[in-house]
């Protein structure tokens, strides 16, 4: 079974940073695609960032130029650096992976609060 496990959230002012961190409990090459996502109070949960294998990386519109998705390979773990963040940025953020034969693992997710 695997488990991912994503800490760094918290509460930031407007324009504020935050990196996200999502630590596998295998190699990242073992999934197809690792990524991020949120779900704010009362809405659907949304694809906010993704990175394939070979690296590539996409993007919501909402957060292209202020977000950045990164990985290490040598620990396991992939990142979200968040910058200029804004109100409508609060929600619990969720890593996922999708393994080759298109099995879904989620983390239990953090919340990120971005209010003055």
């Known amino acids: 079974q695997v488990q991912l496990v994503e800490s760094g959230g918290g509460l930031v002012q407007p324009g504020g940073s935050l990196r996200l961190s999502c630590a596998a409990s295998?190699?990242?090459?073992?999934?197809?695609?690792m990524g991020w996502y949120r779900q704010a109070p009362e809405k659907e949960r949304e694809l906010v960032a993704a990175?394939?294998?070979?690296?590539?990386?996409n993007y919501v519109g909402s957060v292209k130029g202020r977000f950045t998705i990164s990985r290490d390979i040598t620990k396991n773990t992939v990142y979200l650096q968040m910058n200029n963040l804004k109100p409508e940025d609060t929600a619990v953020y969720y890593c996922?992976?999708?393994?080759?034969?298109?099995?879904?693992?989620w983390g239990q997710g953090t919340l990120v609060t971005v209010s003055s």
């Open positions: 996922s992976a999708n393994g080759f034969r298109g099995s879904e693992f």
């Open positions: 295998r190699s990242l090459f073992s999934f197809n695609v």
């Open positions: 990175i394939t294998t070979g690296g590539t990386m």
